[in-house]
């Protein structure tokens, strides 16, 4: 698989053929953002020019609503990753203040499009908006196309609206535990990556020891507490388990989240390890139970449960 040519920032021009460029924060890369990807690189090929993915970080409403954090759907490894996969040549990270905020279109196309980029063709969703004030859209696009030596190719209504997603929709969807929901919004198993710590290993206690993850991203979004099946991929090998997240009520005082997943057929070593967990269902939610035993009870039967799921009985 070829490597996306990473660029942080954009403090001087990128040498690219004929580059062929789309807009956009593309978080969670759904399947309405892949069809505009795939229409980027398509175009590109055509002309032999090379794709280019303008994207911002941190998220624009988290700048410009101060008082509205988002949670994201991806980070940026991970986002790299899901570029890589559709093979993007380019992807330009812009770092986005308030300042930059500010930006009309017509700067942002000129000082970034134009002089930064040499932009051949530029292309767009019928509702995307862009620079201050929201005001740069396909119709202002379509009027200065001449002015900047634009070619301009839309995404048409028909093509986005037909898919029916949002990021927003799939964000909900994870906060309600309707994994299944997401995922085929997203085309793909929302991911949640980490490096392993160590915990109180008190899985190992009651037979189900536990991988503790420590999020590669604070600003990732956590799904609704609970059970959930998961597959991962260690050491080349794909394996199959249950993730928990919450606080685990019955053997903790505090509220602080953990997220600890358990392994099927699998006791080696991973503290330090880096580990991107695939969430396939939502099993059960989180719950306070009477004794270690009743927990206990509870693990064999969500174990049996999720081994039927992934047909590994």
Not at 63 to 70: A, D, G, L, R, Y
Request: glycine residues 6%; neutral net charge; aromatic residues 8%.
């Amino acid at each position: 698989m070829k490597k996306v040519k990473v660029f942080n920032g954009i403090d001087k021009p990128i040498d690219c053929r004929k580059p062929i460029v789309t807009i956009g924060t593309f978080d969670g890369m759904h399947l309405g953002h892949q069809k505009i990807i795939k229409q980027l690189i398509q175009s590109a090929k055509e002309i032999d020019g090379e794709s280019v993915l303008i994207t911002f970080y941190p998220h624009p409403r988290s700048v410009i609503i101060s008082n509205e954090p988002i949670k994201l759907l991806q980070n940026q490894a991970e986002k790299i990753n899901k570029l890589e996969e559709l093979g993007l040549d380019n992807l330009v990270i812009i770092p986005f203040t308030n300042e930059f905020s500010k930006q009309t279109a017509i700067e942002f196309i000129q000082g970034i499009i134009k002089d930064k980029l040499n932009c051949h063709t530029l292309v767009i969703g019928y509702d995307h908006h862009f620079g201050n004030n929201r005001e740069g859209n396909l119709i202002f696009l379509q009027e200065n196309a001449k002015k900047f030596h634009l070619e301009i190719i839309e995404i048409p209504a028909r093509e986005i609206d037909a898919i029916k997603i949002s990021s927003t929709k799939i964000r909900n969807s994870l906060l309600e535990g309707d994994i299944q929901t997401a995922n085929s919004f997203l085309g793909y198993p929302y991911e949640i990556s980490g490096v392993v710590v160590s915990g109180q290993q008190f899985g190992r206690t009651i037979g189900f020891p536990t991988a503790n993850i420590s999020l590669n991203d604070s600003n990732k979004l956590i799904p609704k507490h609970g059970v959930y099946a998961v597959k991962t991929e260690i050491h080349g090998k794909e394996r199959f388990g249950m993730l928990n997240i919450g606080i685990n009520p019955t053997v903790q005082d505090t509220s602080s989240m953990k997220l600890e997943v358990h392994l099927f057929d699998f006791s080696a070593d991973l503290y330090n390890e880096s580990i991107t967990l695939q969430l396939i269902n939502y099993i059960r939610p989180e719950h306070k139970f009477d004794s270690i035993d009743a927990l206990t009870k509870q693990l064999k039967k969500d174990e049996i449960f999720v081994r039927d799921y992934f047909s590994l009985q």
